[in-house]
């Protein structure tokens, strides 16, 4: 049963697990926020809407935002397109891991949830020049989260900015392939920003929702994403949305799902409900760990598991 | 709709390409199977069955017999002793992958579905010697398909025992770290064993269906698996099971399912639907090329995609 | 014996083993050359000199450069902190490699002749500036090769420039483990300045001649390395001079030696003997293979392998 | 000067360095080694010889047996044939890696030196059963230290057989690739075997003494091994004897070494000088910490280093 009262001690009990975790680093401005920190906010099957905890707070989406990006870079391309140059296989590796692109013959990234993957994605957006491409992943975003007032944090933005070499060398080993036509420059520009758009629990659950209502806003009846992006998206999210660590939360969780480091998780199903959780505490892999404790318990108690 | 004309004519549609794949090599039994062979058989929601094609020629097992091993591993000893030595992440890398066990800090098996996760499941099933292991491997199978006859071929056997210094390979290695406590020879044997048992489309069809009702054999009310060992079965397959084709097979066919070199697709879903395929002319990656189709077409028209 | 009689016979015998090898195509300004060039020049151990082929053809240093930065590197910084950041062992990868860095927990490239380690030499080149720097390391060039007349070819650098996304790749990967300080643009922009530098096969046969006297020129008397350097250096490049055909070269030649994919390679001995020999046409891995061929005979006839 | 008292002084010296390191710990039986053993052995270019500390202590030969095997497999088979097998490349792997088998399109191991490229020697040694094999290798290897009642201790042997089976997984790696002919676990007797010969710092400095004048005993007048191989084993030794510690070695001592697990380390020169050092107690990598730095000692103060 999902209602308030469950979602209140779903945080109370999992709110110790953040002790575990750690808030990312290799941001300077991720460590500011508060490990502490949990919350979580649910779309039912039936319309309502319920959240529990920190899911006020405002954090950054970061690689949350890699289904979106994908997503319009597929709208924008064509799937044929996109999937010549970004492959859908989950890797054993881990998120920027740049070693199988030199080892593997076809210099491929895996899939568009490692950064190497979602950095192409982001070279694959259309637009006459960055600024007009980033406004078109922002409005995508405000539309499948419903809030059309998101922004990204600037200060989080310039410390990506600061602090992004590994992606860069990423890019430009991708650029070396001759993958990127535009300045790996203006890609990266793209790519922080998009990291730095700043949502909260029920916007990321309201995206979860639209995708799990297979791209339908069933208040308005309006379409936000096409069936077949849907259905893509929850199959490498499934597969490949939390990293490393895809396999065994498809197995603990069994929800598609996409983690970011701002400590984000957005959890969705094929039955019509929506999660958006945010802990800022990491695991080791780089996910949410009381968050995905939260997912691991609602899910099991609910029976929201795919299989 | 999936009915025997339905099944007729995707057989017809399909079998040309059956002339882009390669009947597997590496085993030189396995060589003298017809390239053009091609069959599929289906168990519907409502109990019926149907066959098309060579859905009665026998084909050796091969890999499918991973998935019946590891959730036997599981029964054996618990998921919490398995996980600890096999991991459930998919891994990018092909069927027969040593690297990463090296590379790796953990030196752990990716999954169970890839040779090295196999072997170690393998080396785990409980049993007084290796005959007595072997035994009860072939009984869950054969409880599984629904025939009490399955036996190995002997010639596909002694090739397979001929012919497997790279799962030698693999199984010292593994044993180099003290996860496999048998002699190697033993558990070799055991697993060439169980690769070489002889099903047809209908026997591996019936083992799909019996995974699709949660473990439990609708006509007769028998259980045969548990349901948790299901709902494991159904998402290792769904993310690992066509090797480092899983994830563009997950989204093309978009059934849990696992294939092996043999020729052979084990295809579920959550329905209570069971398919079994078989055509030995393989793709690069190992996996059925026309079975492939065949699977592809039949998920399309009749919605059996999970996403 | 060697003289005029003997190196023009060393190029007429291998002028037709151009044939084999191909012009760098990468850069596309290195495609222009003559792939048919070949050319040797030697100076003595009792201070004759010979050239013989196009031995007068200039053309540019690309990675022989690396013993000359990597040179000055250690005098600016000392050997413990150069090697506090850059390793000394040869490496079977090829000289762009990147996987590495990742796999091996040092993140410490292997060595300064691969061009990981020459892009972090060149990043320690004391100066104030980007032009001081490369103004040192042109300096220390131009002195070794006794020609003070030495420029770079604009179009090459500039070719270099444009195509350079692997380097910088590489750079901005070591950079993200925090071991270059200044700005990569700087960093790539001298090092694709110092690549592009124009000698002759006198010029670098001149630097190897400084090199196997232990750093003096004989003629002058002046000092021009010291004779740790130069012992560090023949060290290096007999291990590593070559990439990944290093050994095979060590066996084959047996003197310490650097290529360069523009066509030049640099060899020296512990016995007063330079030697600089030119042809464009490169082997798979990157080395000119007639060249290559001209010093294996070479050092079979006049016993100059060092083992 | 290398004499009695410059020989105890050394041991002396470096005698607290045994401290920092660990006695090889994989192979049970090489444990009981007292880690403060240090023992020095040399033949001088005069016919002189010298011994210091534990010089007449037995130790397992181990892996400096490789050069030995290596010798042998080119004197039965030719280099081509060797050759087109084994690589001479230095490689950055630790001595037990697999990895790079896979990973390298040529699945050929670098060099001799490391466990992969010995075992493959050890395959192609001569003789109508692993007996004579086995024979023939100790025979040379008794001919080079001129000790002709070198045997392989018993218990070392069983102990290597007991936990060898990392190096099977990679003797049926190779295999696999069809490069190795006889059953694995003959060839891996026979490599057990080689491994655990004991010597003593005279044996392995006679060895190296042989080596350093090309072959031929000094003494007698007799020639044990032929010019070029030695040419080729200092080669290798310089570029690869000391596992991923090569490049350092070469830099800090700078004579062709190699060093064996069980505590030796032979050094070689070009002068007539031949070095044996024994000191179980290991770095990181696997090399003798004080022995090494007693040959490091040893060559500065004597101008050993080839360069």
Redesign the interface.
């Known amino acids: 049963m999902i209602n308030q009262q469950a979602l209140e001690k779903l945080v109370a009990e999992n709110r110790a697990i953040t002790a575990t975790g750690t808030v990312a680093s290799y941001i300077p401005k991720l460590k500011e926020k508060n490990p502490s920190d949990l919350g979580i906010y649910v779309f039912t099957e039936d319309g309502a809407e319920y959240g529990a905890g920190d899911y006020n707070t405002k954090f950054t989406i970061q690689s949350i935002s890699k289904i979106f990006v994908f997503a319009l870079a597929v709208m924008d391309n064509g799937e044929r397109e996109v999937?010549k140059l970004i492959?859908?296989?989950?890797?054993?590796?881990s998120f920027n891991?740049?070693?199988?692109l030199?080892?593997?013959d076809t210099h491929k990234p895996?899939?568009p949830m490692i950064n190497a993957g979602a950095i192409l994605a982001t070279s694959m957006i259309h637009g006459n020049n960055k600024k007009e491409k980033f406004n078109r992943i922002l409005d995508l975003i405000r539309a499948c989260c419903g809030n059309s007032s998101l922004e990204i944090n600037e200060s989080v933005y310039h410390s990506e900015k600061d602090t992004g070499?590994?992606n860069?060398?990423?890019?430009?080993?991708i650029?070396?392939y001759g993958l990127i036509e535009d300045e790996?420059d203006n890609v990266m520009d793209t790519y922080f920003k998009q990291c730095s758009i700043e949502v909260t629990c029920r916007d990321i659950a309201h995206a979860a929702w639209i995708i799990s209502n297979n791209g339908v806003n069933k208040r308005t009846g309006q379409r936000v994403l096409s069936q077949r992006i849907?259905?893509?998206l929850?199959?490498?999210m499934?597969?490949?949305g939390l990293y490393?660590?895809?396999?065994?939360f498809?197995?603990d969780v069994?929800m598609?799902s996409k983690s970011g480091v701002g400590g984000g998780i957005l959890s969705t199903t094929?039955t019509g409900i929506g999660i958006g959780v945010y802990g800022p505490a990491l695991d080791q892999k780089g996910n949410s760990v009381a968050g995905a404790a939260m997912l691991k318990a609602i899910s099991r108690d609910n029976g929201l598991?795919?299989?």
């Open positions: 999937f492959g859908v296989e989950p890797t054993g590796d891991s740049i070693a199988n030199e080892l593997k895996y899939n070499d590994r860069r060398a990423l890019a430009y080993f650029k070396s790996v849907c259905s893509i929850k199959t490498v499934f597969t490949c490393d660590a895809s396999g065994s498809a197995l069994g598609p094929n598991a795919i299989f």
